[in-house]
């Protein structure tokens, strides 16, 4: 992660790695999640790098901020590969930050 936060490009031997990884956390938990609130709601990012790293700037990274991130994160801008691969580093570094299983009490939905 710390290399893609200072503009360098990974090798295609580590985004294999990092999509290896985050295909292993992803296929272990289903794709419908309850998120805590507060959040920041991010689409549409487009492979637009910069605008990326600037609403990370303004809201501060994950874990410390929540995020949903609603896709689209490739196809216009010139760096679809750096942000996809932010988005998975990110879930690689904190899968733990994720919401709550189901069955485990939460604040926000009571009973399960």
Request: aromatic content about 6%; some cysteine.
């Amino acid at each position: 992660m710390a290399k893609l936060l200072r503009n360098e490009v990974l090798t295609e031997a580590e985004v294999e790695d990092l999509c290896g990884r985050a295909t292993e956390i992803l296929q272990r938990e289903g794709n419908v999640k309850d998120v805590p609130a507060p959040c920041t709601v991010i689409g549409d990012i487009h492979g637009q790098w910069h605008d990326f790293i600037e609403i990370l700037k303004i809201g501060g990274p994950p874990p410390d901020t929540n995020f949903v991130f609603m896709g689209d994160f490739v196809d216009r801008g010139y760096h679809s590969v750096e942000c996809v691969s932010l988005v998975l580093a990110f879930k690689v570094r904190s899968p733990a930050s994720s919401p709550p299983a189901p069955n485990r009490p939460s604040p926000a939905r009571p009973g399960r």
